[in-house]
């Protein structure tokens, strides 16, 4: 994330996030002095300002739904902000080292790319880190990517003819068309750091 995008960011998290949940009376975990409070509020604008306002809102909402302490009038430790937020939104951070190796190594990344259920393969490894991909476990991801595939291959053919496809059809295709660009991205950088 550039410097300027980091700084604006940031200031989203505190006029979103952080400065309206003071305003409600939440207060600092009381296991948190003053300072280390201070640091811990400092720590969550820097590593939430990849967010969207609507992901802040949307992690507001939960924070007031469930605050800390026996009064529950206490902010949530960072922590547990900082993993409901991954749920809410990902941070776009490139594919992990393990990510990397399954998309250099594993015997069936070719067929996912040219079949069409990378996207799948890529879902499964990154919430199932460290977990190698098995055989069994590939070939319930290509019946699911191969499904994907097929919608995409039949929006594709309509779209030539001139028809008319819905709204929704097209979100649809434009999300796995970008899918899958990051998987041959993936699959690219992987290739070219084992050249190295």
Known sequence: MEAKEQSEGEKRVEAVLIAPLEALGL???TTATLAKFEGQKNELRQKLAYMTERGLIELREWVEAHPAGKDADRFPIPLKILKKAREIETPETGPSPFILKVFATHHLVP???AKGWAPELLRQVTA???????????SRLRTAGIDHARRLEDIELRMSRGEQIPPEELA??????AALRRCQDIADQARAGQAA
Do not use: S
Request: hydrophobic residues 35%.
């Open 111 to 113: 067929e996912a790319l």
């Open 27 to 29: 207060a600092r975990p």
């Open 172 to 177: 649809f295709r434009d999300r796995r068309l």
């Open 128 to 138: 199932e880190r460290g977990i190698w991909p098995g055989d069994w476990t590939c």
